[in-house]
């Protein structure tokens, strides 16, 4: 007789919170009605377990020992009925993964399983087998820009209605209008609010600690856990505080363990920067834009390193002691000061940059495109943002930290219209302006609060 499962679920609190509707959540049913199991991955804090949990019959939280030790002891049973099953950072009973591997071989039903897990497997410890074929894995991010006006209850009519789906489709570029109520203080509150769901509701200072608390489990912990290892966590410290620093550059790795020296005798080694990096991308918490290298273009010596954000910008504003106040005022620490990059606006620019491209990273999953950036090798062309369609169709973004928009911001987008001929489908400029529209040349004015899936 199979082992009885525990349902673990979240303990309820007297003033519990609503559920903010995510992007998402589509996706997901979408999947669910057709395929076997989804997995789902991210940052911890990003909201994996409140999406998966309204979607499933039944909850195993595999992150509690009383669950655990059942689990253990019969993880098939764990797949039984009531489908579909949600199981909860399901790392800690990694035979899970080949038991609804073969459970999905012997039984097609869709729906059978939803997977969420923060924290990965050591190498030697993970599954034999990927899952390809079987399990279906989808990343979750902090919330995006739309999906943060939805939280505040902001009137529909108030919302985006710059559509990148649209953006993205074949045929004449769409008309843009309307006008975005946000001012670029709106947008510095923005970027130190947070997208954790949980965490940017909280008043300032509870705000602060929760931030706190985030980093410090993940120096202590979570990197112990997803490396193998037993880290120093004050260098882990320091390595995120380099990057959050680096925040929407491509500053190279030898420039970066300068940086993190700061003074001391010698710079960390190379080997313990890119195991460090290896790590907090293996955790979600560091997000590489990669290079577009397009085949079959008239482009040229296209630079390829990654451009470097933190999940949320919040949590590069905290790691480097910057708050709203500060933006405004142009305040940057000197670490920041210290990132050899020609930025505009200064670290507000990069930080609202990692705003838009957080947002951007969603609209690109929610529409089957991807997201990357250009920039050739000299550094003489640079678009910040290749939405970028699987027939290699792009739209080019730029993100500016400015209201108005001239001829010398959207040079770049011009060059890379002559020499892109009909695969550019569009491009535009996202702003921190009140209204969306077009140029006598064809590019888009977007505000950033405008833009939707």
Do not use: N
Not at 131 to 143: E, K, Q, S, T, Y
Not at 214 to 219: D, G, S
Not at 295 to 304: E, F, H, K, N
């Amino acid at each position: 007789m199979p082992a009885r499962m525990p349902t673990a679920s979240v303990p309820r609190t007297v003033a519990e919170r609503p559920y903010i509707p995510r992007i998402i959540d589509r996706e997901l049913d979408l999947l669910l009605s057709g395929l076997g199991a989804v997995l789902l991955e991210g940052a911890k804090a990003v909201g994996k377990s409140a999406t998966a949990g309204r979607r499933a019959a039944r909850t195993l939280r595999l992150d509690r020992p009383a669950v655990v030790d059942v689990v253990r002891a019969a993880p098939e049973a764990a797949l039984d009925p009531p489908h579909p099953v949600f199981l909860d950072e399901w790392q800690h009973v990694p035979a899970v993964w080949d038991a609804l591997r073969h459970r999905i071989d012997d039984d097609p039903t869709p729906g059978l399983a939803l997977l969420a897990g923060s924290a990965l497997l050591p190498i030697d410890a993970r599954p034999r087998h990927s899952g390809a074929g079987r399990i279906v894995v989808r990343r979750m991010r902090p919330l995006a820009m739309s999906e943060r006006l939805a939280a505040d209850a902001v009137p529909a009519a108030e919302r985006g209605t710059v559509s990148v789906a649209a953006l993205l489709a074949t045929g004449a570029r769409p008309p843009l209008a309307g006008t975005s109520p946000w001012s670029l203080a709106d947008y510095a509150r923005e970027i130190v609010a947070s997208g954790f769901p949980a965490i940017r509701p909280l008043a300032a200072a509870l705000r602060t600690a929760q931030l706190d608390a985030y980093v410090e489990h993940l120096v202590t912990r979570d990197v112990r856990d997803a490396g193998g290892t037993t880290p120093d966590p004050a260098a882990i410290r320091r390595t995120l505080q380099v990057f959050a620093a680096a925040t929407a550059t491509s500053t190279s790795l030898e420039k970066l363990r300068t940086i993190a020296a700061a003074g001391d005798a010698t710079p960390p080694a190379k080997s313990t920067m890119l195991r460090h990096r290896d790590v907090l991308e293996r955790l979600h918490i560091l997000d590489a834009i990669p290079g577009w290298a397009p085949a079959g273009t008239a482009l040229a010596r296209l630079g390829v390193a990654p451009k470097h954000h933190l999940v949320d910008p919040a949590l590069a504003a905290h790691l480097l002691g910057i708050d709203e106040r500060a933006l405004l005022d142009g305040e940057s620490p000197p670490l920041a000061d210290a990132v050899p990059a020609v930025r505009d606006g200064g670290l507000f620019g990069a930080l609202f940059e990692s705003l838009v491209m957080q947002s951007l990273q969603t609209y690109a999953q929610a529409t089957g495109s991807t997201l990357a950036h250009l920039r050739t090798h000299r550094g003489d062309h640079e678009v910040d943002a290749m939405l970028v369609r699987r027939d290699q169709r792009v739209v080019a973004c730029e993100v500016k930290l400015a209201a108005t928009i001239d001829d010398r911001d959207v040079r770049h987008l011009r060059w890379l219209r002559e020499a892109l001929g009909d695969r550019l489908l569009d491009a535009v400029v996202i702003t921190t302006g009140p209204a969306a529209y077009r140029r006598p040349d064809g590019i888009g004015v977007i505000p950033a609060a405008m833009l939707v899936p």
